[in-house]
């Protein structure tokens, strides 16, 4: 192992203890006695309540608005100055949010009897700002992991916290086996359904569609470039995860809500949509998967910008066999984005079907978090970026030039 190699684990192994030492310590005001009758909400009531939800929720609201504003999307593209201030935009965002959701809590808390020392008005500013610091706090260990550790430090912030839970649910799950509870064959089929499942996303992640592109010679300065061929590799899944299945639920709750705004919450069609619209419902289930397969058609074509990549291309002297510049090379790559994108597409949907198909029929285990096809998606993706990183860094000297 390289001395940079050992550097960048030591430095994110240590921001990773920091993480989770922030979730034992408990908002100040809150009686510890108390709070230590109440195990299972030690995490919930630290100062990293609210862990990286504002700034992810801030996040995906900028990238939304980049897709349907050019604007923000030139801004994006136009360099280091444009997206430093599309990041000060987010973490403004961020701001607000966190500010939100912190006093919410701290409001909500000091209705528990017994649970805050001094319940008034000065815990509720104390325990707010508690909170949103400690927003701010993991957005720049993240930081710190991403540019000087090794993989991309949201991830594997939110990787951390969903493997925690893990000797937990195996001690539930054992625990309820052994009660007669649950089926041991139950318990035998989430097993293989996880393994297969996390076959899978490594299978899909890993795949690129190659696209074969000629490069012509040409002149650098007082340097002349041969002719080469490269690859443009297209990822099945461009589009991620968090942004269509995050978005996917908003556009059927956002009016859902202003109907109940309107109608009142007790207006019987409010009721029975609301009703149709509870996770593992036959109704949610269609709808919010034809949202996500839709979704990931939109953010895929905000991603992979095929008239932009024939642009660069063009001026790079590329181009594609057979495929005459410009405009026809446009169009494409838009064509193979598009097929590509049907099977990234698919992959997504069944992914976020596996907590409903579990709650519609009733074969769901006593996890202590919603392990879904989600969650196992971003450690998996943590795991080979991870991987990939030590591979790079492993291979690269100090000076930045490969052995």
Known sequence: MSRELARRIALTIGALLLFRLGT???????????LASLPSFNDRLSLFSLGLIPYLT??????????????????????EDGRRKVARATLGLTLALAAFQAYGIASTLISFPELVRTPDGWFVVTATASMVGGVFL???????????????????????????????????????????????????????????TIAVIVLVEGARRNVRVEFGAREVGARQLPARDAILPIKLNSAGFLIPVTVAPWIFFLPLALAG???????????????????????????????????????????????HTAKSLAQRGGRIPGVAPGEATADYLDRVVSLTTVVGAVYLTALQLIPEVFDLYGIGLPYSMVVDGGAALIVVCTILDLQTQVREVSLTNPGGVRR
Do not use: C, K
């Open 24 to 34: 034992q310590i408990p908002i100040p005001g809150l009686d510890a006695s108390r």
């Open 58 to 79: 801030a996040a995906i609201f900028v990238r939304l608005l980049s897709v349907v504003w050019r604007g923000l999307s030139s801004l994006e593209r136009s360099g």
């Open 138 to 196: 993991l957005v720049w260990l993240s930081e710190q992991i991403t540019h000087y550790g090794i993989g991309n430090g949201l991830a594997l912030i939110l990787s951390v916290g969903m493997l925690v839970s893990l000797p937990r649910d195996v001690a539930g799950i054992a625990n309820v086996v052994r009660s007669g509870a649950v089926s041991g064959n139950l318990v035998i089929i989430h097993a293989v359904l996880w393994v297969v």
């Open 261 to 307: 705004f309107v109608l009142g919450g007790d207006h019987p069609l409010v009721n029975a949509a609301y009703r149709h619209f509870q996770l593992g419902q036959p109704v949610h289930m269609i709808l919010v998967s034809i949202a996500v397969f839709l979704l990931a058609f939109v953010y895929t074509a905000h991603v992979v910008d095929p008239e």
